[in-house]
Each structure stands twice: as structure tokens, then as C-alpha cells.
């Protein structure tokens, strides 16, 4: 009788022994899993990270084909007649890095992949000779009379996905004049 007790009891701890290693188990299990989630997510938000840096990088290529149009047809810029060019500083400058987009009037858009974008003229600068190296900076042709200038455009693009937002920015260098 004994040892049928004893056998009982063995089986019990068994048992409840086996139940501790399943609890021990499954809460390694739940971690992993949890871990797992977060990962994804972690994946998940870099990919919509990396999707909207490289819409607003499309965005300043978008600018800059804009800049080269407005540029080759030889008119002189105006807001006004509707070209997407403001001014850096005075009189129409706009803040597209501080301000809010919807009180700029004229932007670039590509609405389908969330891409906007602004142009600002800077104006006309010169580019003095780098100095002791024998190689220069200068723009435009040597007979030209704008030999030495460069006409700057500040570029800034931004693309949003999924509540998220990026600006970027760039400088485009033009010999010719606008």
C-alpha cells in the first residue's frame, strides 16, 4: 500500500513539474513573440522612412527639371505668371522650412506620391577663381560677359506618407541666366 502511495505522489510531482516547464515555456514563447512584433515594426517604420526620403529627394529632381524648362525658354521669372520661382529675400519671400505649405500659393506638386516642392531664386553671384590651385570655379564661357557668375535657386522639397513628413533641400548652380 505503500508504494502505490509513493507512486502516486511520484506521478504528482511529475506532473507538477511538467506543468511549471509548459508555464516556463510559453512565457520564453510570449517574449520571443513580443520581440518578434516589435522588430517588425521597427522594419515597417524604416521602410516608410526611407520611401518618403527618397519621394522628397525625387521632389528636388522635379525642381530642378522645372528650374532647367524655365531656364531654357528665355523669359524672365515671375511669380505671377505662375512659375514656381520665389524670391530668397524682400518683397513675396516665403520661410518653406518653418512655414506652413498651404499659405504658399504656387508649389510643385506630384500629388500621387505626396511630393511638393518650392523654388527660390537667389540671384545672380560670382564665383571667384580657386586660388593657388590652377583650376577654376567659373561658370559660363571665358568670352562671355557673365564669365565668373552663377545664378543660385534654393530648392526645397518635401513628401509626406503615412503621417510622415520630410524636407529636404538643395542649391542648384546655373550659368545661364533665367
Not at 9 to 23: C, I, Q, T, W, Y
Not at 47 to 72: D, F, H, P, Y
Not at 161 to 176: D, E, H, I, K, W
Given at each position: 500500500?505503500?508504494?502505490?502511495?509513493q507512486?502516486?505522489?511520484?506521478r504528482?510531482?511529475?506532473?507538477?513539474?511538467a506543468?511549471?516547464?509548459?508555464?516556463v515555456?510559453?512565457?520564453?514563447?510570449?517574449?520571443?513573440?513580443?520581440?518578434?512584433?516589435?522588430?517588425?515594426r521597427?522594419?515597417?517604420?524604416?521602410?516608410?522612412?526611407?520611401?518618403?526620403?527618397?519621394n522628397?529627394?525625387?521632389?528636388?529632381?522635379l525642381a530642378?527639371?522645372?528650374?532647367i524648362?524655365?531656364?531654357?525658354?528665355?523669359?524672365?521669372?515671375?511669380?505671377?505668371?505662375?512659375?514656381?520661382?520665389?524670391?530668397?529675400?524682400?518683397a513675396?519671400?516665403?520661410?518653406?522650412?518653418?512655414g506652413?505649405?498651404?499659405?504658399?500659393?504656387?508649389?510643385?506638386?506630384?500629388?500621387?506620391?505626396?511630393?511638393?516642392?518650392?523654388?527660390?531664386?537667389?540671384?545672380?553671384?560670382?564665383?571667384?577663381a580657386a586660388?593657388?590651385?590652377?583650376?577654376?570655379?567659373?561658370?559660363?564661357?571665358?568670352?562671355?560677359?557673365?564669365?565668373?557668375?552663377?545664378?543660385?535657386?534654393?530648392?526645397?522639397?518635401?513628401?509626406?506618407?503615412?503621417?510622415t513628413?520630410?524636407?529636404?533641400?538643395?542649391?542648384?548652380?546655373?550659368?545661364?541666366?533665367?
Amino acid at each position: 500500500m505503500r508504494q502505490g502511495k509513493q507512486r502516486k505522489e511520484a506521478r504528482g510531482s511529475v506532473l507538477v513539474l511538467a506543468l511549471v516547464f509548459l508555464l516556463v515555456v510559453g512565457v520564453l514563447a510570449m517574449t520571443g513573440m513580443e520581440n518578434a512584433v516589435l522588430e517588425t515594426r521597427m522594419v515597417a517604420g524604416s521602410s516608410i522612412q526611407e520611401a518618403v526620403l527618397s519621394n522628397a529627394e525625387q521632389g528636388l529632381k522635379l525642381a530642378e527639371r522645372a528650374i532647367i524648362a524655365e531656364v531654357a525658354d528665355g523669359q524672365l521669372l515671375d511669380i505671377r505668371d505662375r512659375d514656381l520661382f520665389y524670391p530668397v529675400e524682400g518683397a513675396g519671400a516665403i520661410d518653406p522650412v518653418s512655414g506652413d505649405w498651404s499659405t504658399i500659393p504656387v508649389t510643385g506638386r506630384d500629388s500621387a506620391r505626396g511630393i511638393e516642392y518650392v523654388i527660390q531664386y537667389a540671384g545672380q553671384v560670382s564665383i571667384p577663381a580657386a586660388e593657388g590651385t590652377g583650376s577654376s570655379l567659373l561658370m559660363g564661357s571665358q568670352e562671355s560677359t557673365d564669365a565668373g557668375m552663377a545664378h543660385l535657386f534654393l530648392i526645397t522639397s518635401r513628401a509626406e506618407l503615412n503621417g510622415t513628413m520630410r524636407l529636404v533641400q538643395s542649391v542648384y548652380v546655373s550659368a545661364t541666366a533665367p
